[in-house]
Each structure stands twice: as structure tokens, then as C-alpha cells.
């Protein structure tokens, strides 16, 4: 980084810092996804004519009372920041040397509407790994058959009058997943449409009383050692991994191959 970079980085750390002291009103989820956006076009290296690097590992270094805040709103902040990391590297043409990863961590050092990002290039392996996303909290499917409903017996027990004991299940043979209503009292609705037995993809919405079940294939990584040196210590970290532009890509009939 040569000392005009030095000077523009510093000089956007003090404005950012001085707005923060006038306007304690807490950062924004998009100013962190703009935070994110910045720091590829600014790392992209040209490695070749046809291929353009950026990291695909990133802290994110956040005020604790905006570390509070963001991570209070639970999982769907860190997937839609993977989905924009990943899009906005789609739509620059970067690539990434492994599966993106981002990390909230908790900076006292910070001043309230400060984000701090630091970013390094990452190898690892990475695993696609199917879950179901309720009431804020994320159930990894680890089973061929997972029933749900508010039954002590269920697999997954919800807090939902308007549901059975065993409402539905999900059915995964390790490619494709499957949803069966077990004859509950009040039916249940895939995307919108009320069914008894269907495919669900990616991203499937299952409705059965006042509870949403949104169906997901995440990616879990296995990083190999970080390309940089964190001098802050050991601040509280939150990590998801994220999709990444090498997915497996959809079979015909909307599952992953």
C-alpha cells in the first residue's frame, strides 16, 4: 500500500470517526455491507488477464454496542452479507481462493458507528451442508427424517399453539430434501401453496401455524491459517460461513447435484 493509500485509509478512518461522535444513533447493517463491497475493490488483485483475486476472508470490527446489535438480529444479517459479498465479487468478475467466511468481532476500541474491516486470502475446504432456519435459530438436518412440530417428541420442538404435536417432516437422503405434511390439524403451505408431500429447494419457505421454516444449503469451511495478524487480542467473534461462487450447481429439478 503506497502513502497515498495510507493517507486516504486514515483520512476515511477520522471522518468516520468524527460522524460517529456527532450521530450515536448506531451503525446500519448497510454500512457494513458497504464496508464489505469497498474492501474487495480495494484488495482485487489482477493475477492474471482472466482472473482477478480478492480476499474471501473478512473481520469485521464493530463498537460493542453495535456488536450487540447486529448479532441480536441472529442469522439472516450474516446470510445476507455472505449473499452481497458474493454477488458483488459475481458481478466485478473477482474470484476467491476459497470459501468466504465473515467474522463480527467485538472492538472496545471502537467509537459507536465505526466499522473496521481487515480481509486476507484464505485456502480451505468447504462442505454444503443442509439446515432448517426457525424462529432465529439454525437446526443442521443430520438425520433422513426430522419431524417438527410442538410435541416433546418432535425432533424440533416449537413454541406454536397453531401447530401439532408432529406437523411436518423433512426428509433428506443426502441430495434431495423432501416436506410431508403428517395430517395436521391445519395444513401446512410450501412457498405460499398449501401441499401434502414436495420437493423443497434452497430457499423454500414452509409455513405450518404462526411458525416459518425457511430451508437452506450452507457452506461449512475448514480454513487453513489466517493470511494476517490481528494485534486487537482476543475479542468475542462470530463466524458464518458463506456460499460461495464454487456451490454445486442445481440439478433440473432444483436440488443440489
Do not use: C
Not at 480481509?119 to 443442521?140: C, F, M, T, Y
Not at 437422503?173 to 401441499?195: I, K, M
Not at 469451511?221 to 463466524?239: L, N, Q
Amino acid at each position: 500500500m503506497g502513502i497515498l493509500d495510507n493517507f486516504e485509509k486514515g483520512l476515511e478512518r477520522a471522518v468516520n470517526g468524527a460522524f460517529a461522535k456527532t450521530f450515536r444513533s448506531g451503525l446500519q447493517p448497510v454500512e457494513i455491507s458497504s464496508a464489505l463491497k469497498r474492501e474487495l475493490d480495494t484488495k482485487a488483485a489482477v493475477v492474471s488477464r482472466d482472473r482477478i483475486l480478492v480476499p474471501n476472508s473478512f473481520r469485521v470490527h464493530l463498537a460493542s454496542s453495535d456488536y450487540q446489535r447486529m448479532t441480536g438480529i441472529g442469522q439472516t444479517l450474516l446470510d445476507d452479507l455472505n449473499q452481497i459479498v458474493v454477488q458483488h465479487a459475481a458481478q466485478q468478475g473477482f474470484q476467491f481462493a476459497g470459501p468466504v467466511t465473515i467474522d463480527l468481532v467485538d472492538d472496545g476500541k471502537l467509537t459507536t458507528g465505526v466499522v473496521q474491516i481487515d480481509s486476507s486470502n484464505e485456502q480451505g475446504n468447504v462442505s454444503w451442508v443442509p439446515v432448517l432456519d426457525i424462529a432465529g435459530k439454525r437446526h443442521p438436518i443430520t438425520k433422513s427424517r426430522t419431524i417438527i412440530g410442538r410435541g416433546s417428541d418432535a425432533d424440533i420442538t416449537i413454541d406454536d399453539t397453531g401447530t401439532s404435536r408432529k406437523h411436518v417432516e423433512i426428509l433428506w437422503d443426502g441430495a434431495h430434501a423432501q416436506a410431508r405434511d403428517l395430517g395436521s390439524t391445519n395444513g401446512s403451505q410450501l412457498n405460499g401453496q398449501p401441499f401434502q408431500r414436495a420437493n423443497i429447494e434452497p430457499d423454500s419457505v414452509i409455513q405450518i401455524g404462526r411458525t416459518t421454516i425457511v430451508f437452506r444449503i450452507v457452506a461449512q469451511s475448514k480454513p487453513a491459517a489466517r493470511g494476517y495478524a490481528d494485534s486487537r487480542g482476543g475479542a468475542p467473534t462470530t463466524r458464518m460461513p458463506s456460499n460461495d461462487p464454487e456451490r454445486p450447481p442445481l440439478d433440473p429439478g432444483g436440488f443440489w447435484r
